[in-house]
């Protein structure tokens, strides 16, 4: 479990970086189709002041004794939470929301949708009432894993060319380029689409998400290491390139970020 810091009341706090945080695998049944289960909890006093940082990907939540879902961000999202408020959440695997929600993601894009506008009041609300049954949130996340485990073998596996797209873009610290193209041996066109009806937008700027995540991720290393080679390891030209990025994306400097990811 991540506990972090309480940030400068200047800059909002980072989802997963504030209050306490917790990624478990999901259970056996939904690991094809889901990346994780998390759960997520403001501290009662804390300023809910938080910005959810863009990564590709979708989720299924429970908050507020309601199941939604949220489609990927091009930008830092700011959601309405109460102080100790909690949500839990299921992150699709890459390619697999497209299939599980019935809409390509680019319909989805900085939304956050009732899963019954999706699924029908009669199917979600099925899947409501077991998990509002439950005591606890660890029990609350129990149902929805099990109610979601009932669901798994209506959906196929991820779209394998939509898969190898995210993590041939997350792993290279290159820009995609022809390669990519000829990688998935799909027209520039064909991968667009592909990119929008999984991803919600297309190639390059899923590859500008993917390379902040990499940069938050190597921020998680040692305080010493300086942020013009931090850049660098993450693919960016240069620190100047890296701060213009960190504050498009997220809203703040590749410094204040930095001060909340290592906490």
Request: hydrophobic share 45%.
């Amino acid at each position: 479990m991540v506990v972090g810091p309480t940030p400068d009341p200047a800059t909002p706090a980072v989802a997963g970086m504030t209050g306490s945080y917790h990624e478990t695998s999901p259970a056996a049944l939904l690991r094809p189709h889901f990346l994780c289960a998390w759960r997520s909890e403001l501290a009662p006093g804390q300023p809910a002041d938080v910005a959810v940082l863009p990564d590709g990907c979708a989720d299924i939540l429970w908050t507020d004794g309601r199941l939604s879902v949220v489609g990927p961000d091009v930008v830092a999202a700011r959601p309405q939470l109460a102080p100790g408020a909690r949500v839990l959440g299921l992150r699709f695997q890459p390619g697999a929301a497209r299939g599980w929600l019935g809409v390509p993601l680019s319909e989805l894009v900085g939304r956050r949708v009732e899963l019954g506008a999706l699924w029908g009041d009669g199917r979600a609300g099925r899947i409501a009432r077991r998990v509002r049954e439950a005591a606890t949130p660890e029990a609350q996340m129990l149902a929805l894993q099990q109610a979601l485990a009932g669901e798994a073998p209506r959906h196929a596996s991820p779209a394998p060319r939509a898969a190898a797209l995210f993590h041939w873009l997350a792993a290279a610290p290159q820009p995609g380029g022809r390669g990519l193209e000829d990688r998935l041996e799909m027209s520039e066109r064909s991968l667009r689409r592909l990119s929008h009806d999984h991803f919600g937008y297309g190639p390059k700027m899923l590859e500008r998400i993917l390379r902040l995540q990499r940069f938050i991720a190597l921020l998680r290393g040692p305080a010493d290491i300086p942020l013009a080679m931090l850049a660098a390891d993450a693919g960016y030209a240069d620190q100047a390139h890296l701060s213009r990025e960190v504050r498009a994306l997220c809203g703040m400097t590749p410094s204040a970020l930095r001060g909340q990811a290592q906490g």
